[in-house]
């Protein structure tokens, strides 16, 4: 299971494994099924992430081909949104979208990008100060979003070291926090130590 959502009393279960979106009731009743394994359009393949609009529009992320499917509230689709990413060393694994601007996430060099509703890339909001030329370079992390109720800012997890962090729609980082962060640092370095003594030999 990819990401689990409740939206206006239903149910949203996203399905890795079987690439599909599974929409139940309150009380666990099967209503419908969204998206189909393949690639055509509407299809999905190893969903990551989806993200219900104001409009009841559904967007599920297909993170290795970059793409959005993009459904109605029925679960038709509707149409498919490339992600056109400035580098090609990018792997998306987290949307929002809000204004006609699609939000995404991901753990390698591009931590916060916006782009347009066609998926036209407009700027980067967070990412990291040494750039990764390949895959498997560093340790990644796939960072999962949300919007803050009430405001414009835009809550990022960071799964590998437990870190949360709010950030406005300008990217500037306004705090950081964590529930159990010395205990996640230990692991974290643990971690980090496995991967450079990996390197080394």
């Not at 393949?38 to 793409?67: C, T, V």
């Not at 109605?72 to 792997?91: A, D, H, Q, T």
């Not at 390698?108 to 980067?124: A, I, M, P, R």
């Not at 949360?164 to 159990?180: L, R, Y």
């Amino acid at each position: 299971i990819s990401k689990i959502d409740i939206y206006k009393g239903k149910i949203y279960i996203l399905d890795r494994e079987r690439e599909a979106l599974f929409i139940l009731n309150k009380n666990g009743k099967h209503l419908r099924t969204v998206g189909l394994p393949g690639d055509g359009p509407g299809d999905l393949m190893s969903p990551n992430d989806f993200f219900i609009a104001q409009d009841e529009k559904i967007y599920i992320l297909n993170p290795l081909s970059k793409r959005i499917e993009v459904y109605n509230k029925e679960g038709v689709p509707i149409k498919r949104i490339p992600l056109k990413y400035p580098s090609i060393v990018s792997k998306p694994s987290a949307i929002l979208v809000k204004d006609s601007k699609i939000y995404a996430g991901e753990g390698l060099n591009l931590f916060l990008s916006v782009f347009n509703n066609k998926g036209k890339y407009e700027k980067t909001l967070l990412k990291r100060n040494v750039p990764i030329e390949q895959p498997g370079e560093y340790i990644i992390f796939e960072p999962e979003l949300r919007f803050f109720s009430g405001d414009n800012s835009i809550l990022l997890f960071d799964s590998f070291r437990g870190i949360f962090g709010k950030i406005t729609e300008n990217g500037a980082v306004e705090v950081t926090f964590s529930i159990n962060s010395r205990h996640q640092n230990e692991r974290v370095s643990q971690i980090q130590n496995r991967v450079k003594e990996g390197k080394n030999k």
